[in-house]
């Protein structure tokens, strides 16, 4: 049962991550702007909310869940550089002109 939940893709790229965000913004200013002409036309403010809340809801439904079209644009990272001895990682030693120029 847990490899199931594993083999779910949970990442978005960041052309999906930005094209998450212009829909969900889309979807809450015409849900906005629906809502506010309504709820002026009827003399109801429950509306406007209700209204907002429904543009909400499906923008969350939308853009939340890591859908196919938010995956399309992959990275592409670099290959692993291979492992070398610990000497290598270590701070590199300072030369003798480094040295002479360093304040008291």
């Known amino acids: ?15 999906g991550q930005k094209l998450a965000e212009q829909i969900f913004q889309g979807i809450i200013l015409v849900s906005a702007v629906i809502g506010f002409i309504y709820g002026i036309f009827i003399q109801q403010f429950g509306w406007t909310v209700y209204i907002m809340l429904a543009g909400f809801t499906v923008s969350c439904l939308l853009t939340l869940p890591p859908w196919p079209m938010y995956r399309k644009n992959p990275l592409s990272w670099q290959p692993a550089m291979p492992e ?21």
């Open 1 to 15: 049962m847990l490899s199931m939940f594993k083999s779910i893709p949970t990442h978005m790229d960041y052309k």
């Open 84 to 104: 070398t001895s610990g000497e290598n990682r270590d701070k590199p030693q300072e030369t003798q002109t480094q040295k002479k120029k360093k304040h008291k």
